[in-house]
């Protein structure tokens, strides 16, 4: 899992290594990629970026989508092997390595900028982590994003989506039929609304659906980068417990919890307030 903003290019690698454990090249690489909306790209091992003997094997993608990419790699014959993953891609800059690296600068094993110790894969699965776990808690998405939906029809014209903050409703069918872009409406809310027609009774309906939070707001930035950062840096950071009080103020202890709280302040109250719990559109 990586973190990347349309307009990136993705740099996917694998590494195959022999019986000793040694890296080894395999017999033959080829690489399978599925986009959001389930298109589908292969790549043989002549595009693959390749030096004999290295046992890495590596290819350059521009997504062109938002959303959710799986990424399969299968190595065959010698020191055959099988890789499966993901990476996502929104539509607004959340944060880059770089903006990790910058925000935390420590010493020993405490400082992001040891490239060595902390490369940008590392720090690309951290920050994707912490946007996933603040979607999550938030129920809504840190900036633009793309994917699949499908429910099934129960007779109406109207059909809500387990989802707010959606820009747009793309590729939408119901039975296996396209429905034509001008044939419905749809708010931020997640409500989508024929004008003709209905979600025929107990038939598969599907739509790609775009939604989240315009652009990623300063203070929910910020919060994912301090639990990306605990996500690399682990007992680096201090615990989790915070308490705050004052003669115009309030004692508030944070801690992490089975709802979903990470327990650090910044990032569970910029949750609750660019959140969907509290009905924001």
Same mark, same amino acid.
């Given at each position: 899992?990586?973190?990347?903003?349309?307009?990136?290019?993705?740099?996917?690698?694998?590494?195959?290594?022999?019986?000793?454990?040694?890296?080894? %090249?395999?017999?033959?690489?080829?690489?399978?990629?599925?986009?959001?909306?389930?298109?589908?790209?292969?790549?043989?091992?002549?595009?693959?970026?390749?030096?004999?003997?290295?046992?890495?094997?590596?290819? @350059?993608?521009?997504?062109?989508?938002?959303?959710?990419?799986?990424?399969?790699?299968?190595? +065959?014959?010698?020191?055959?092997? %099988?890789?499966?993953?993901?990476?996502?891609?929104?539509?607004?800059?959340?944060?880059?390595?770089?903006?990790?690296?910058?925000?935390?600068?420590?010493?020993?094993?405490?400082?992001?900028?040891?490239? +060595?110790?902390?490369?940008?894969?590392?720090?690309?699965?951290?920050?994707?982590?912490?946007?996933?776990?603040?979607?999550?808690?938030?129920?809504?998405?840190?900036?633009?994003?793309?994917?699949?939906?499908?429910?099934?029809? %129960?007779?109406?014209?109207?059909?809500?989506?387990?989802?707010?903050?959606?820009?747009?409703?793309?590729?939408?069918?119901?039975?296996?039929?396209?429905?034509?872009?001008?044939?419905?409406?749809?708010?931020?809310?997640?409500?989508?609304?024929?004008?003709?027609?209905?979600?025929?009774?107990?038939?598969?309906?599907?739509?790609?659906?775009?939604?989240?939070?315009?652009?990623?707001?300063?203070?929910?930035?910020?919060?994912?980068?301090?639990?990306?950062?605990? @996500?690399?840096?682990?007992?680096?950071?201090?615990?989790?417990?915070?308490?705050?009080?004052? %003669?115009?103020?309030?004692?508030?202890?944070?801690?992490?919890?089975?709802?979903?709280?990470?327990?650090?302040?910044?990032?569970?109250?910029?949750?609750?307030?660019?959140?969907?719990?509290?009905?924001?559109?």
């Amino acid at each position: 899992m990586s973190l990347y903003t349309l307009g990136e290019v993705a740099t996917l690698t694998l590494n195959t290594y022999n019986s000793a454990g040694a890296a080894a %090249d395999a017999g033959s690489v080829a690489l399978k990629i599925t986009a959001p909306d389930g298109t589908v790209t292969n790549v043989a091992l002549g595009s693959l970026t390749h030096v004999a003997s290295s046992g890495v094997y590596s290819y @350059l993608f521009t997504p062109t989508m938002l959303g959710r990419y799986r990424v399969e790699w299968i190595a +065959t014959g010698a020191n055959a092997t %099988d890789s499966v993953g993901s990476f996502a891609v929104y539509g607004a800059t959340i944060a880059t390595p770089a903006d990790l690296r910058a925000r935390y600068v420590g010493g020993g094993a405490a400082d992001l900028t040891d490239s +060595t110790r902390y490369p940008d894969w590392l720090l690309r699965i951290a920050l994707e982590g912490a946007a996933e776990q603040w979607a999550s808690s938030a129920n809504v998405r840190v900036a633009p994003w793309s994917e699949s939906i499908t429910w099934i029809g %129960d007779g109406t014209g109207i059909a809500k989506f387990p989802i707010v903050k959606v820009s747009s409703v793309s590729a939408l069918t119901v039975n296996g039929t396209t429905i034509a872009g001008s044939n419905y409406l749809v708010s931020r809310a997640g409500i989508i609304q024929l004008t003709t027609g209905v979600f025929t009774a107990a038939k598969t309906c599907t739509a790609m659906v775009t939604h989240g939070l315009d652009y990623p707001p300063r203070t929910v930035v910020d919060a994912i980068m301090e639990r990306a950062t605990e @996500l690399v840096l682990g007992s680096n950071v201090p615990a989790r417990t915070i308490a705050q009080g004052g %003669d115009l103020g309030y004692t508030r202890f944070s801690l992490a919890g089975r709802d979903g709280s990470s327990g650090i302040a910044a990032f569970d109250s910029s949750a609750s307030l660019f959140g969907a719990a509290i009905g924001f559109a």
